[in-house]
């Protein structure tokens, strides 16, 4: 099998839109090399029951409680669901069917088969969903049945990906196949071999104030008609295979410097001494600190970074830094970056967690890998602006402009710096770094 991390961004990302319907006839329920059979065709091993509920809720239960949860729906799972002849098939009622594990990144191929006025999906980690539905019910073309199956059809109205881009449904009564690819807060399907959703946000449905959930059971939604499914096959990604992915799906395309060339602190200002180069890598020494900085300044950009973590691990990102000074407060700001789940972290200011700028503006938190994996994370800033992807969701999307409240009371002047330089602000921990690229918008 091939290893990802062996493997160029370019090689990757070719076999993830390389593959096709045709590499997956093999045997009935029995997965191809690279993806793990979810339903074995037998039974419902791997499986639980669980209905339309909060994976909050979920999460903030103790085990007694999660286990107890599972037990009240068996019944209801015996009675609605039953594996024939290698097809797993809901009567149209009760609970969905849940699997046990829970999945980050992850390519999905799923058939399925359904009747007449049914209406189903897919929930991706627990969060509903790539719809499944007769898209010849006109009672339903004013909801979108005539468009067809396969589109985000919880996303917020006029967003991405509500509405598949082709009707790509077989008529009622024949196998369809989905592939579906989630990383991050995109999602991307393809039905029948054609693309119908390309690497939209996933909206979420239970908070739309913040983005999906990072990790989540996959769940299959049943809603008055019999569905049948088989061949459900799930490859989970390395965090280096989506990176590349994300890497290659990015929207801001091609014009990107790369502003490390992984050898030398050429084009690199202030104390370089504290830092090492390590493998191709920026590494901060421990125990030492500072900001160091690109000697070209940067107005609106956009800069793509790859980091690395240790425990407790403390550095931050300079943006529109003056050269001198802490630039949390004499800079445009100071991006965290930040092990925030240690426990040495807990009671911290919202403001102060990963993503964050610093003293002003909170991230979302939940979607750091984990420590010692390699992260990626993309820094917009347009004007006053400043927005964070990290690991393809967006935990930040601040205007700095209209700040007005400040961690401990203490004023930003540097906020409304119109250019500045870009940098690392090192503080004692050894953070890594590596493929730091930027392209200026202006």
Same mark, same amino acid.
């Given at each position: 099998?091939?290893?990802?991390?062996?493997?160029?961004?370019?090689?990757?990302?070719?076999?993830?839109?390389?593959?096709?319907?045709?590499?997956?006839?093999?045997?009935?329920?029995?997965?191809?090399?690279?993806?793990?059979?979810?339903?074995?065709?037998?039974?419902?091993?791997?499986?639980?029951?669980?209905?339309?509920?909060?994976?909050?809720?979920?999460?903030?239960?103790?085990?007694?409680?999660?286990?107890?949860?599972?037990?009240?729906?068996?019944?209801?799972?015996?009675?609605?669901?039953?594996?024939?002849?290698?097809?797993?098939?809901?009567?149209?009622?009760?609970?969905?069917?849940?699997?046990?594990?829970?999945?980050?990144?992850?390519?999905?191929?799923?058939?399925?088969?359904?009747?007449?006025?049914?209406?189903?999906?897919?929930?991706?980690?627990?969060?509903?969903?790539?719809?499944?539905?007769?898209?010849?019910? #006109?009672?339903? %073309?004013?909801?979108?049945?005539?468009? /067809?199956?396969? =589109?985000?059809?919880? $996303?917020?109205?006029?967003?991405? +990906?509500?509405?598949?881009?082709?009707?790509?449904?077989?008529?009622?009564?024949?196998?369809?196949?989905?592939?579906?690819?989630?990383?991050?807060?995109?999602?991307?399907?393809?039905?029948?071999?054609?693309?119908?959703?390309?690497?939209?946000?996933?909206?979420?449905?239970?908070?739309?104030?913040?983005?999906?959930?990072?990790?989540?059971?996959?769940?299959?939604?049943?809603?008055?008609?019999?569905?049948?499914?088989?061949?459900?096959?799930?490859?989970?990604?390395?965090?280096?295979?989506?990176?590349?992915?994300?890497?290659?799906?990015?929207?801001?395309?091609?014009?990107? #410097?790369?502003? %490390?060339?992984?050898?030398?602190?050429? /084009?690199?200002? =202030?104390?370089?001494? $504290?830092?090492?180069?390590?493998? +191709?890598?920026?590494?901060?020494?421990?125990?030492?600190?500072?900001?160091?900085?690109?000697?070209?300044?940067?107005?609106?950009?956009?800069?793509?970074?790859?980091?690395?973590?240790?425990?407790?691990?403390?550095?931050?990102?300079?943006?529109?830094?003056?050269?001198?000074?802490?630039?949390?407060?004499?800079?445009?700001?100071?991006?965290?970056?930040?092990?925030?789940?240690?426990?040495?972290?807990?009671?911290?200011?919202?403001?102060?967690?990963?993503?964050?700028?610093?003293?002003?503006?909170?991230?979302?938190?939940?979607?750091?890998?984990?420590?010692?994996?390699?992260?990626?994370?993309?820094?917009?800033?347009?004007?006053?602006?400043?927005?964070?992807?990290?690991?393809?969701?967006?935990?930040?999307?601040?205007?700095?402009?209209?700040?007005?409240?400040?961690?401990?009371?203490?004023?930003?002047?540097?906020?409304?710096?119109?250019?500045?330089?870009?940098?690392?602000?090192?503080?004692?921990?050894?953070?890594?770094?590596?493929?730091?690229?930027?392209?200026?918008?202006?």
């Amino acid at each position: 099998m091939l290893n990802p991390r062996s493997l160029s961004i370019a090689t990757i990302f070719a076999l993830l839109l390389g593959t096709t319907s045709a590499t997956l006839q093999a045997e009935e329920n029995v997965a191809p090399e690279g993806f793990t059979a979810v339903f074995n065709g037998k039974n419902l091993e791997g499986w639980w029951g669980l209905g339309h509920f909060d994976p909050r809720k979920l999460e903030a239960m103790t085990d007694d409680e999660r286990k107890a949860l599972r037990g009240t729906n068996v019944a209801d799972v015996k009675t609605h669901w039953t594996v024939d002849d290698g097809d797993l098939v809901n009567d149209g009622h009760g609970v969905y069917l849940t699997t046990d594990r829970q999945y980050g990144d992850f390519e999905m191929w799923i058939d399925y088969k359904t009747v007449p006025k049914a209406d189903s999906g897919i929930y991706l980690r627990m969060n509903p969903q790539v719809q499944i539905w007769d898209f010849t019910d #006109e009672s339903k %073309f004013g909801i979108g049945a005539d468009k /067809g199956s396969g =589109g985000l059809w919880n $996303n917020n109205a006029g967003a991405k +990906g509500k509405d598949p881009l082709v009707l790509a449904d077989k008529a009622l009564g024949e196998w369809n196949r989905f592939r579906i690819i989630q990383v991050g807060d995109k999602t991307s399907v393809w039905l029948n071999g054609k693309l119908i959703v390309d690497h939209a946000i996933m909206n979420n449905y239970w908070d739309r104030s913040r983005p999906q959930f990072a990790r989540g059971h996959i769940q299959l939604q049943t809603h008055g008609g019999e569905i049948r499914w088989r061949n459900i096959f799930i490859r989970e990604f390395s965090s280096e295979e989506a990176t590349a992915y994300l890497r290659e799906k990015d929207p801001a395309g091609s014009g990107f #410097e790369t502003v %490390f060339d992984g050898k030398s602190f050429d /084009g690199w200002a =202030g104390p370089t001494s $504290n830092y090492t180069i390590d493998n +191709g890598t920026l590494l901060c020494q421990k125990g030492k600190g500072g900001t160091i900085y690109t000697e070209q300044e940067y107005s609106d950009f956009i800069a793509r970074i790859e980091f690395k973590l240790p425990p407790g691990g403390n550095n931050g990102l300079a943006i529109r830094y003056p050269g001198k000074g802490n630039t949390a407060y004499v800079g445009m700001c100071e991006l965290q970056v930040l092990d925030s789940e240690h426990a040495k972290y807990a009671k911290l200011d919202q403001r102060q967690y990963h993503g964050s700028a610093y003293g002003m503006a909170a991230a979302h938190r939940g979607y750091l890998r984990a420590t010692g994996e390699w992260n990626y994370q993309q820094v917009t800033v347009k004007g006053a602006t400043i927005k964070v992807e990290l690991n393809g969701v967006t935990i930040l999307d601040a205007d700095l402009s209209k700040v007005t409240e400040f961690m401990d009371n203490s004023p930003h002047p540097g906020k409304d710096r119109a250019s500045g330089h870009f940098g690392f602000a090192g503080h004692n921990d050894p953070v890594q770094y590596r493929n730091i690229q930027i392209k200026s918008l202006k």
